[in-house]
């Protein structure tokens, strides 16, 4: 292994792949299930805040944040210092049965991040996908209604459930047959790109009309929807983002209607945006919202939090064995430090600075 000085700065000592790289790579062909999309064969040995090492000695700038992953870094030391200790006192016990100190006090921190008058509450899970799938569960309980609608470009998941939300790429879905009923998808306000051929002050208007006067009217009514779920900021899709009056007005619709509004901050939450959740910037308050990624810096955590009154399922309503792993919560206990400690306030300056700086690029 490199330096720690050695790491701060990419550099290659071999042809890519390299030697070492290219026997995983083989190796992996022959027994790994072959799902998985590389484009690129990284094989990586270790990182250090923004580098990775290959099995080679080759250094790489991340720009990916371990696929938005790492959000102190790769094996920030106070992170890891956390991991290690709760390692040493206790790996598991499962929430569903038992309690223990890290469970309520990392769901009280987390709660109180996200706005509005009414207490929160939380339920762990192992990953992004669980927790969509954990919160369309949520949202059908909590209204008794059966239906969903999601956006085309957006990427829940691809468990059964969640992949029913998924429409980003056809591949993800094509194969494994019938999908989860009753969900439908409307165009994303792509304020630049717009499905509906309007320019970025008028895009969401039409996507809105078409959700209330078509979908509502021709194809099940509004109080037979559980919940909209939405990207505030695509991911997958292209890391576009959705106009602030397109999320309120999608917030009224939903209110309106009895309709849970489902935030999934997996991507965009946690502070990347310079506010705790993405959602923040255009002033409004889901009913549920969904993280996972950066909330643990790699550790696999998710987390669901809603309403109080939303999240009010009777005790066996829904568990799990692993979510919420002791280790894993300590690791988003230091995580969410780190945050606070300055990487949330370096993520608004850096974006206002890159924003600033980039703002004429669409006149040139």
């Known amino acids: ?36 999309t590389r484009d690129y064969p990284l094989v990586a040995k270790s990182g250090r805040g923004a580098m990775v090492e290959d099995v080679d000695g080759n250094v790489f700038l991340d720009f990916a944040a371990g696929i938005a992953v790492c959000s102190t870094g790769h094996c920030h030391p106070k992170v890891v210092a956390a991991i290690q200790k709760q390692a040493a006192e206790l790996i598991h016990m499962s929430g569903t049965d038992f309690y223990y100190e890290s469970l309520p006090l990392l769901a009280e921190r987390l709660a109180k ?43 829940h998941g691809r468990t059964m459930g969640s992949l029913s939300l998924t429409a980003s790429k056809a591949t993800q879905r094509k194969g494994f047959g019938s999908l989860l009923g009753g969900v439908e998808h409307i165009p994303y306000p792509y304020a630049y790109r717009c499905a509906l051929g309007h320019g970025p002050e008028t895009c969401w208007e039409e996507i809105l009309e078409a959700l209330e006067n078509q979908i509502f009217k021709r194809l099940f009514d509004a109080t037979e929807v559980a919940g909209i779920i939405i990207e505030p900021i695509q991911g997958e899709g292209g890391y576009v983002p959705a106009p602030k009056f397109f999320l309120q007005e999608l917030q009224r619709i939903c209110r309106q209607h009895g309709i849970m509004l489902i935030t999934d901050e997996v991507q965009s939450g946690m502070g990347r945006t310079g506010k705790w959740w993405a959602f923040e ?10 993280s996972a990624k950066g909330i643990a810096s790699g550790m696999p955590l998710g987390a669901i939090i809603a309403r109080s009154s939303v999240m009010d399922w009777k005790p066996g309503s829904h568990g799990t064995t692993f979510g919420g792993n002791p280790v894993c919560l300590a690791a988003s206990l ?8 300055g990487l949330m306030e370096n993520a608004r300056k850096m974006g206002k600075y890159i924003f600033e700086r980039t703002a004429d690029w669409t006149n040139k």
């Open 334 to 341: 230091a995580t969410m430090d780190l945050i606070e400690g």
């Open 1 to 36: 292994m490199i330096t720690a000085t050695e790491m701060k700065v990419p550099r290659l000592v071999t042809a890519l792949p390299g030697p070492k790289a290219k026997q995983v790579v083989e190796r992996d062909a022959k027994f790994m299930s072959p799902s998985f």
């Open 113 to 155: 991040t996200v706005p509005g008058a009414e207490d929160k509450k939380v339920f762990f899970t192992n990953s992004g996908t669980e927790a969509i799938e954990g919160a369309v569960k949520l949202a059908r309980y909590t209204t008794k209604r059966d239906k969903m609608i999601a956006f085309y470009g957006c990427f």
């Open 281 to 290: 910037h255009a002033g409004i308050e889901p009913d549920i919202i969904t």
